[in-house]
């Protein structure tokens, strides 16, 4: 008896750890890494990628944008809040970053501008406890059960998931889709058409650890 109550509870640990474990997968079904550099492309048609844009009248921080069409746009490197992941969980907490320089002096990390409700650069990696607007998380977009489903969206998330000491109790605020704004079409907090993206490596690598 004593036997089959270990193995039982040895069958429920490993089942509980495989439903934590749901990494982000890329177009070739490769795990998203730590400080690794990807492409963002949208699931609509042309291709296009996600870039950053200047305000006429604010040219810093920089505000991202969607690109053209068939332009893949500038690399995202993704960097979850759980310093012991070395890749990106669904749900989890991470900073999204560009990781090449812009002519701003800002950081290249994301954050939510809560006044005009788009996403801009200028943001921080900071774990302190708390709600911050740098905090986002990806999830799987469409048929969730598909195993060939690889297109997500990405949400605002101002307190910590997935971390061993949660930061607040706030829950996510809402998906990010796409508003125009001069010319430009920008990430903004949008729940009703989330923007659905794939994600493509990039060949080069990054540090482990930008910090």
């Given at each position: 008896m004593e036997f089959i109550l270990l193995l039982v509870s040895s069958l429920l640990l490993t089942a509980r750890a495989a439903a934590a474990s749901n990494p982000i997968l890329d177009v070739d079904g490769d795990e998203l890494r730590r400080g690794h550099r990807y492409y963002a492309?949208?699931?609509?048609?042309?291709?296009?990628?996600?870039?950053?844009?200047?305000?006429?009248?604010?040219?810093?921080?920089l505000n991202v944008a969607q690109t053209s069409s068939?332009?893949?746009?500038?690399?995202?490197a993704f960097f979850p809040e759980n310093a012991e992941d070395d890749t990106v969980q669904?749900?989890?907490t991470l900073n999204i970053m560009f990781p090449e320089p812009t002519e701003c002096r800002a950081s290249t990390v994301w954050t939510l501008d809560r006044e005009r409700g788009v996403v801009t650069t200028g943001g921080t990696?900071?774990?302190?406890?708390?709600?911050?607007?740098?905090?986002?998380?990806?999830r799987r977009a469409g048929d969730a059960s598909s195993e060939r489903e690889r297109k997500y969206q990405i949400?605002?998330?101002p307190c910590s998931n997935g971390v061993p000491r949660p930061s607040c109790r706030m829950a996510c605020v809402g998906s990010l889709g796409l508003t125009e704004?001069?010319?430009?079409?920008?990430?903004?907090?949008?729940?009703?058409?989330?923007?659905?993206?794939?994600?493509?490596?990039?060949?080069?690598?990054?540090?482990?650890?930008?910090?």
């Open positions: 492309i949208s699931e609509r048609r042309p291709v296009s990628g996600l870039t950053l844009a200047a305000r006429s009248n604010a040219p810093c921080p068939n332009d893949y746009g500038r690399p995202l669904e749900g989890n990696s900071s774990s302190a406890i708390g709600p911050h607007n740098s905090r986002f998380s990806i949400e605002v998330c704004d001069e010319g430009n079409l920008l990430l903004n907090i949008n729940n009703e058409r989330p923007h659905a993206i794939r994600f493509v490596k990039v060949k080069e690598e990054l540090p482990a650890s930008r910090r």
